[in-house]
């Protein structure tokens, strides 16, 4: 099974990522990283729990896990008082049509401020299972560094959009802080792992690798 092919099942971790077509960018300016996260808040919100995130130019990361079956079906039937599953089959399509969704509607609003046509994104954005521990811990420095591992930055809390902010600050924030900072006991063990990350990252471009 295919990394984009992988069922969105209620309460599942996940990682949700996905890249412009091409050599095209999703975001040319500050409002276009607001515009789409306002839709990720419309479309998104409402099913998952947001653990960790990060908007680039040409690409994007959530770590989230999936509402409960019932909180989700009781968000469709508000959006669509006739809404139900076919027999047998689970929430699964339901769920990644939402993603479609948001990608569908950031990208009418994109070509229309830029006077732009066509696909925005590449089809079937991607989404791996977070089961393993390690991976769990992995992912959200993985995230949360990709902007310097990609060159636009060498200080994290210089890079605006990302959860890393809601991680380090006191303010109340829409992303779900409490599982992850319980995980490592406390915001300065974050910190720190999210600190040795980064040297690794650093020791890696030092040394021409990736």
Known sequence: MSISEYPLEPELISHIYNRANGNEKLYLNENHYYEF??????????????????????????MVKIKSEEEIISFFKKQNPMFSLPEGQGLSG????????LFSSYTQWFNGKIDRKGSLFIPNFKRKPVEDPHYFTQLVAYIHTNPI??????????????SYHAYTSLKKSKVNTNIILDFFGSRDELEKFHKNYNEYLMDLKGLELE
């Not at 996260?37 to 959530?62: G, Q, R, S, W």
């Not at 339901?94 to 479609?100: M, Y």
């Not at 591992?149 to 990302?162: I, R, V």
């Open 149 to 162: 591992k990609h060159g636009l930055t060498d200080d994290l809390h210089k890079w605006t959009f990302s």
């Open 94 to 101: 339901s769920l990644s049509r939402q993603f479609g969704r």
């Open 37 to 62: 996260m306002y839709k990720y808040t419309k479309y998104i919100e409402p099913i998952v729990d947001t653990y960790a995130y990060c908007l680039l130019p040409n690409h994007f990361h959530f």
